[in-house]
Every structure is written in C-alpha cells, then in structure tokens.
C-alpha cells in the first residue's frame, strides 16, 4: 500500500469522538442499526434446517449439550457471541459446516 492510500487511524478515532459529541448535543444525526437476538427458538429451527442431531450442532456451535438444550426449551437464551454464531449458522451455514 503507498502512502497515498494509508489509513490515519488517528484522525478517524478524533472524527468519531466529534461525531458523538455532535449527536449528544443534538447537532448531529448518527446512522444506528438494530439487531434482533438470536433465540432458543432459532437455534432449535436453525438446527432442524441443517438436518442436525443436538449432539452434532452443539459440537459445531462448540457449546455443551446441555446448554443446547436449554435454549431449544427456553429456559435460556443465547447470549453474546452465541448469538452472532447462530446468526452465521442461519445466514451461511456453509461457513460453519466448513
């Protein structure tokens, strides 16, 4: 990469800063977006469409058994990282499988 198309990270985080102080004070409009969670519910549809035992996704997905099936009976919800994992597993399960 030649100097003509390097990055200054510096003065884009300065950027950022100014831009959240713009928006908190009502000068600025930010662009958000929101993500919808994963639930066990997904996870449980996720699994069928991938014609998946519970044994063989929650070894994919690298979570125990046991918490796989807690989230497909609801009495827990995917959380964080899990969530973005099922994402990937619903969006592009070829990514996962791989």
């Known amino acids: 990469m030649d100097k003509a198309n390097k990055r200054n990270i510096g003065a884009e985080i300065l950027q950022g800063l100014r831009d959240m102080k713009a928006h908190q004070s009502g ?4 662009r958000t977006h929101q993500i ?4 066990g519910a997904d996870a449980k549809r996720i699994r069928k469409q991938l014609d998946l035992s519970q044994s063989e996704f929650s ?3 690298g979570v125990s058994l046991r918490t ?3 989230w497909e009976q609801s009495r827990r ?3 964080g ?9 619903d969006r592009h399960p070829e ?4």
């Open 27 to 30: 000068k600025r409009r930010l």
């Open 36 to 39: 919808d969670p994963m639930t």
């Open 59 to 61: 070894a994919l997905l």
């Open 68 to 70: 796989l099936q807690e």
């Open 77 to 79: 919800e995917p959380r």
């Open 81 to 89: 990282p899990a969530q973005a994992l099922l994402r990937v597993a």
């Open 95 to 98: 990514a996962l499988i791989r």
